[in-house]
């Protein structure tokens, strides 16, 4: 089935994410996979715990075989929450839900190999513990994934307007191709933006050139802006202002070397926008 993949754990971002894979797969009828997918880690736990071998192997063949029949009936709540999501949504599309063991990452860039994008939570289960922090295996999937990801925040809205964060780059690029032929999206409000990095206003005015002219050719409606500063919280006041519902991006772009001395600007504008935030890699 090629189509949309939607994580989903059953935790409050979990069920923001379904609604969202559901408002996607209305617009652009493609059919949905939902995963969920049970760490690997949880039925190595136990052994490892042990030290002292005081137990023996007897005790923790129960417990694993506990924690597997709880995993079972999860899923089975999981699967229930997602079916009344996108009933309530109206969802027509072929719709699965999936339910494996693994390492997420592992699992999700598998599966993305027959989807044309994946929808995931900014947080999972433990969202009320760190607020102001990105899932643990939010970036991992970003930057493993060879598909796009659509992150989603703690809310759902629906996208009327959508910015893009364009830099010429090649991603950036994908980003712009793709709603181009997603026709789904050709009601929505496009706003193009182009950072200004020094004084290369010739550059910016470029770029947003470019968006224009592919734009116009299949019936876009968009605005383009210039914006000056510092690009996260340029891009993040922007947003906040013109009441934007999506931010679509090129995500991580320059090497983990260079991120790791100034930073992600990816990683700091999903963790700071308070919509979802769509990122081609």
Sequence with gaps: MSGILVCTDGSHYGQVACRYAASLAVKSKLPVTALYVTDLRLFEVPAVADLSGSLGIQPFEGMIQQLQEVESIKAKFVEEQVMTVFAEAGVEAKFEFVHETGLLVDVVCDLAKRHHFVVLGKRGENADFDKEHLGSMLERIV??????????????????????????????????????????????????????????????????????????????????????????????????????????????GHSRIRELLIGSTTTELIRRCHVPVFCFR
């Design 143 to 252: 930057r493993a994934s060879k598909i796009p990801c659509f992150v989603t925040n703690r809310s759902f809205t629906e996208i009327d307007q959508i910015a893009i964060a364009y830099d010429g780059g090649a991603s950036c690029l994908k980003a712009v191709d793709f709603f181009c032929q997603q026709t789904g999206f050709h009601g929505a409000r496009f706003h193009v933006l182009s950072c200004v990095e020094g004084h290369d206003e010739e550059t910016a005015s470029q770029r947003l050139t470019e968006v224009e002219a592919r734009f116009d050719s299949v019936g876009i409606a968009a605005s383009y802006q210039m914006l000056s500063g510092v690009v996260e919280s340029a891009i993040v006041d922007y947003i906040e202002t013109s009441k934007i519902q999506m931010l679509a991006l090129g995500a991580y």
